[in-house]
């Protein structure tokens, strides 16, 4: 049961990748009306703008990175993901609901933003998954963002324009409300000493009862790796470790926003 209840939440997380796949694919599918004279927006779009069109997205992402870097460590985690889900939702309303040039290149550098989901994502499953499972269920922000891709691209293919932007503007929205089920990360909660909370949160991850043995064993985990003095050289492995997720993801994140295979 703990382990389908850890993989449901990680789903509701690589949701708000598929958010960002749906984003990041729509320009293909919405280019050409957007420079011809039969556009929907309030006039053609030039050169520059479809340049900017297909690459604001990624200007974003370079501009939230950072960003990402020092809200994980004030909001949390869950308040982290939440965050950079709203972009795409708000991006969508803007562009279902105000037809300008202006706002849909306004709309996709927003949801650039957004795209460093991919560094909190894996971040707060990381801290809530079991260690049998941490790595399989990690990969799933990179493959949701995939099929957020694939699905971007069926849809824009299949639907009108603005049927197109209603729905995309419906699944965000739900994928982010989803996020609001999960709980937040016991080692973010043990580094602010709430290990209160700390121990309810185990216990939702692995359905038992915060004073359980499992939660008192985890706990004791979580507060040895904070704690340097309890173990020096398993501390420095542990933030070796750490940095080289960290660099991986931004490198990862930087190659697939810049569209680089």
């Known amino acids: 049961m703990s382990i389908i209840r850890q993989a449901a939440c990680t789903l509701i997380v690589c949701f708000t990748a598929l958010n960002v796949g749906l984003m990041f694919a ?3 599918s919405t280019i050409k009306l957007f420079s011809s004279t039969n556009t929907t927006l309030n006039r053609p779009m030039t050169e520059m703008e479809i340049s900017l069109f297909g690459s ?7 501009v939230g990175t950072p960003l990402s870097g020092f809200l994980i460590d004030r909001l949390g985690r869950k308040y982290s993901c939440l965050f950079f889900a709203l972009p795409q939702p708000i991006a969508w309303a803007l562009i279902s609901t105000i037809p300008r040039v202006e706002v849909i290149l306004a709309s996709i550098f927003l949801s650039g933003i957004g795209g460093c989901i991919f560094m909190v994502g894996p971040n707060i499953i990381s801290e809530f998954c079991q260690e049998t499972i941490r790595g399989t269920m990690t990969s799933g922000v990179i493959i949701f ?3 957020g891709l694939m699905v971007s691209y069926i849809l824009g293919g299949q639907l009108r324009y603005h049927v197109m932007n209603y729905v995309c503007l419906v699944i965000s929205v739900l994928f982010t409300l989803l996020l609001t089920i999960i709980k937040e990360s016991p080692v973010y909660l043990m580094q602010k000493g709430l290990e209160e909370e700390a121990a309810k949160s185990i216990a939702f991850y692995r359905s038992t009862t915060p004073n359980s043995k499992k939660v008192l064993q985890e706990m004791a985990v979580i507060r040895k790796s904070l704690n340097p003095k309890l ?3 398993n501390e420095i492995l542990r933030m070796y470790h750490s940095e080289l997720v960290y660099v991986t993801l931004f490198v990862t994140h930087k190659r697939h926003g810049l569209g680089l295979n």
Do not use: E, K, T
């Open 26 to 28: 729509w320009p293909s």
């Open 56 to 62: 604001l997205s990624s200007i974003g992402a370079v």
């Open 145 to 147: 963002y995939g099929i």
């Open 231 to 233: 173990d020096a050289p």
